[in-house]
């Protein structure tokens, strides 16, 4: 579509060659007339046949405000919007640090597809992933960000109206940075930092000054959660026994000083303080009790709840109640759930953001945002998150929403279908698991990786006609991928991931039946089931290696491969250990031998869940490394 905009503009002119091809307009002087003002005020859009007028607070509500006047213009030539803005601000935050680190031009995509359903903040999650000059090793073939990069990706999001803020850790969460040697004299546990120690200090102003640099904001978020062990390891070695509340308290005032010289307004996750004040050592407790010495001790720093699982609004309104005792602007933080495994959660994530969006607005709080974890290898897509931003945008300007509303609008901002994404959470949402998989099943994932001749799940799947599921779904994902070519090579791994768990999901239970019964004939049969999956295998390894080099840098790619590496090579002793058993050259398999018992780790709950667990967990009973 031809505009020609009318108004100043200057603000806002970088944005709209950035968002030209995106929109499919193009400005001229002969374009249709949209007539633009900034003021004081909510989201408007006004059309008539002859011309718009677009009006707007700040520069992110224009970007949606325009999105929203092309997706009426389609089908109307009058009409007229209002939206009231429910939140100062309404963003994500992306995950850097568990493998996948989104390529730079892969980071503006989602910043505008942010723009035009109108987030205005970006926060990038990394613990070591960033470039800090004076330790070469933080962040050592991790993918880490270069100023120069962090740079560009900050100046293009100021262009759309969305502020960019440096999100890292400064306590705990902190493995991959401290297992260097550089590291020896500053880390209390593995993955915490050495409380009181001067030389943390100076580490911590090094990573401070490093991670907010780059950024246009004065924002930081400095994370500071689930330091449990905290003074657990070398503190206590040469230090007397000191609660973890007066350390992370000693602590935080060191890194407050940091900001505060930086002249940084800091932000930190909130859970420690629940966790402390909870006499069953509950995370986010909500019968905390706060001491008078902790309320009198609260620093000023910006405390962010976060909370990604529970489905009911009261609990959220309660929890922030309870923060409002702590400190009265508190952030919410919900999730987008890109870390159950191989797919994303929508069920999970429509519930429970719907129940904390909402009572966030109930609630008077000013700042939301969306984590989107990538959690034991990032093997989900971060493209996949486009659902969940939908939801989250429509949330940010409309008291209640629609699956409707957010069908609509993902219609025309994303440019696919919202049902033909969620067949994604058919992966995992299969029969044996509860509606909507609120109980976090992560079945693909499980099936994918177990063992064939092990089959640590296999005992939990009896009986549920898993194959039947899985080509179904497959099938649906081959429709559907022809009607998505931006996001082809998204289906496409989706498609073989649902092909190959059609033949795997319930291999091993039939290698199992076909052995007890001693069918070797049948056992023949089944070994080329076995043969034909390492070639499907290795085709969906190929797939997912597209996927994440197009989306992803290099680096992390690596333990994915091992992990195929690991599957196709374990197929292979499958089928050399079934010829043995068939041309008598043993007379028993040791591991079909084994009694099949129901998979009962620490994570979920077996009635509603196919299994939940870590890789290690999945592909072995063993000690897979120690």
């Known amino acids: 579509m031809k505009i020609a905009f009318n108004g100043d503009r200057t603000d806002l002119q970088e944005g709209i060659e950035s968002l030209m091809e995106e929109l499919n307009i193009e400005i001229t002087p002969d374009g249709f007339p949209i007539f633009i003002t900034n003021r004081p005020g909510n989201l408007h859009v006004q059309a008539s046949p002859e011309q718009a007028n677009i009006s707007y607070s700040e520069k992110s509500h224009f970007f949606r405000a325009l999105g929203l006047f092309l997706e009426n213009k389609r089908q109307k030539t009058s009409f007229e919007i209002e939206e009231v803005p429910q939140f100062r601000s309404c963003g994500v935050m992306l995950d850097a640090s568990r493998n996948g680190v989104l390529k730079v031009d892969r980071v503006k995509f989602l910043l505008r597809k942010m723009a035009i359903m109108g987030l205005n903040q970006l926060m990038v999650y990394t613990e070591d992933t960033y470039e800090v000059e004076e330790l070469p090793y933080f962040g050592y073939m991790r993918g880490r960000y270069t100023k120069k990069e962090i740079r560009e990706m900050d100046e293009y999001a100021y262009s759309l109206g969305i502020e960019m803020i440096p999100c890292i850790q400064t306590l705990a969460h902190l493995r991959e940075a401290l297992k260097w040697e550089y590291a020896d004299d500053i880390r209390d546990t593995e993955d915490i930092l050495l409380v009181g120690e001067e030389r943390t200090y100076d580490f911590l102003k090094k990573i401070i000054t490093a991670a907010a640099q780059p950024y246009r904001s004065n924002r930081i978020h400095v994370g500071m959660d689930e330091a449990h062990e905290l003074g657990l390891g070398r503190y ?5 026994y000191v609660h973890r509340f007066s350390l992370m308290m000693q602590h935080l005032q060191r890194v407050l000083e940091i900001t505060s010289e930086l002249q940084l307004e800091p932000m930190m996750w909130s859970d420690m303080f629940f966790t402390v004040g909870s006499e069953k050592n509950i ?3 909500p019968l905390a009790t706060f001491p008078v010495e902790m309320l009198e001790q609260m620093p000023n720093v910006q405390l962010v709840y976060w909370n990604y ?93 629609t699956k409707e509303r957010v069908e609509q609008r993902f219609s025309f901002c994303a440019g696919s279908h919202l049902d033909d994404f969620m067949l994604f959470s058919a992966l995992d949402e299969t029969p044996g698991v509860s509606k909507h998989n609120l109980a976090a099943s992560m079945t693909a994932k499980v099936l994918l990786w177990q063992d064939p001749l092990i089959g640590l799940y296999d005992k939990n799947i009896e ?68 043969r034909s999956l390492k070639t499907e295998v290795n ?75 870590l890789y290690h967990r999945i592909v072995t009973a063993s000690a897979f490394s120690s």
Do not use: C
């Open 236 to 240: 206590l070695d040469q230090n007397d």
């Open 283 to 285: 995370v986010y407790d």
């Open 309 to 401: 699982y529970s489905h009911e609004k009261e609990l959220y309104n309660s929890m922030f109640q309870r923060h409002a005792e702590l400190r009265k602007d508190t952030i919410f933080a919900g999730g987008i759930w890109t870390w159950n495994g191989m797919a994303p959660n929508y069920g999970k994530t429509w519930m429970a953001a719907t129940a904390g969006l909402q009572a966030a607005k109930e609630s008077g709080v000013q700042e939301v945002f969306a984590t989107m974890w990538g959690d034991n290898g990032q093997e989900t897509s971060l493209l996949t998150v486009l659902p969940g931003l939908q939801l989250y945008a429509e949330h940010a300007f409309h008291k209640t929403v």
């Open 463 to 530: 009986g549920l006609l898993l194959s039947e599921h899985y080509q179904a779904t497959a099938e649906k994902l081959k429709k559907a991928k022809q009607r998505n070519a931006a996001f082809y090579t998204l289906f496409d791994f989706y498609e073989q991931l649902a092909s190959v768990l059609a033949k795997k999901a319930e291999l091993g239970v039939q290698l199992k039946n076909i052995y007890d019964h001693n069918q070797k004939e049948q056992m023949k049969e089944k070994r080329l089931t076995v």
């Open 539 to 613: 085709h969906l390894r190929k797939a997912h290696r597209k996927l994440w080099l197009e989306n992803n840098k290099a680096f992390g790619w690596e333990v994915l491969d091992i992990r195929y590496g690991g599957l196709l090579s374990r197929l292979e002793t499958a089928d050399y250990r079934l010829i043995e058993w068939e041309e008598g050259a043993i007379d028993h398999i040791e591991e079909l031998d084994a009694q099949r018992l129901a998979y009962r780790g620490p994570y979920g709950n077996p009635e509603e869940t196919i299994g939940n667990a």
